[in-house]
T-cell receptor
């Protein structure tokens, strides 16, 4: 079946530290992969996506590369800011059906 | 700006008292989704509409119903809310099915509290 396994949090980093949030998936074929971010009290916002193997999604300094060989889509940012504090969700859209499969979310707190 | 709008943002209801949550979209997307998100958990899909075709998830309680009277609006009806239905309810849209790599656009959510 389809599933997403996401690094557990919470994660606390100092400002300007390097961020990695691990995400691996199980799916048939080549699903599309997404990272969404949720700020406190708000809905989810798309951060980046990749739709085929070796694609790199990037936005606001965040990057993730679709690795078919390791079934991974790890989120990285070279230098986090306090404003990056949020919950990050990895998600998968399979090649059939209309359902997203979300990971459990990783809470990130960045301290000055 | 084109967007997904949810009303109300906060709703408090009594145990067993029916409640309706509203979602509207200006994106003219074909697909609309309702998710339930409990504290510190991932969103859980309740159901979705592809145009007028309704798709219910197998484990969505019968207590939850939905209506989509037109392309722009979708409603979530909870007929007899229980304490366990306290959650954030998220509405989302996508232009076509997500299997083509189409992203979902989320509204800000309605935080429902059942007392």
């Amino acid at each position: 079946g389809n599933s997403v396994t996401q690094m557990e949090g919470p994660v606390t980093l100092s400002e300007e530290a390097f961020l990695t949030i691990n995400c691996t998936y199980t799916a048939t074929g080549y699903p599309s992969l997404f990272w969404y971010v949720q700020y406190p009290g708000e809905g989810l916002q798309l951060l980046l996506k990749a739709t085929k193997a070796d694609d790199k999604g990037s936005n606001k300094g965040f990057e993730a590369t679709y690795r078919k060989e390791t079934t991974s889509f790890h989120l990285e940012k070279g230098s986090v800011q306090v404003s990056d504090s949020a919950v990050y969700f990895c998600a998968l859209a399979p090649i059939t059906g209309n359902q997203f499969y979300f990971g459990t979310g990783t809470s990130l707190t960045v301290i000055p | 700006d084109a967007m997904v709008i949810q009303n109300p943002r906060y709703q408090v209801t009594q145990f067993g008292k029916p409640v309706t949550l509203s979602c509207s979209q200006t994106l003219n997307h074909n697909v609309m989704y309702w998710y339930q998100q409990k504290s510190s958990q991932a969103p859980k899909l309740l159901f979705h509409y592809y145009d007028k075709d309704f798709n219910n998830e197998a484990d969505t309680p019968d207590n939850f119903q939905s209506r989509r009277p037109n392309t722009s609006f979708c409603f979530l009806d909870i007929r007899s809310p229980g304490l366990g239905d306290t959650a954030m309810y998220l509405c989302a849209t996508s232009r076509e099915g997500v299997q083509a790599g189409n992203e979902q656009f989320f509204g800000p959510g309605t935080r429902l509290t059942v007392l």
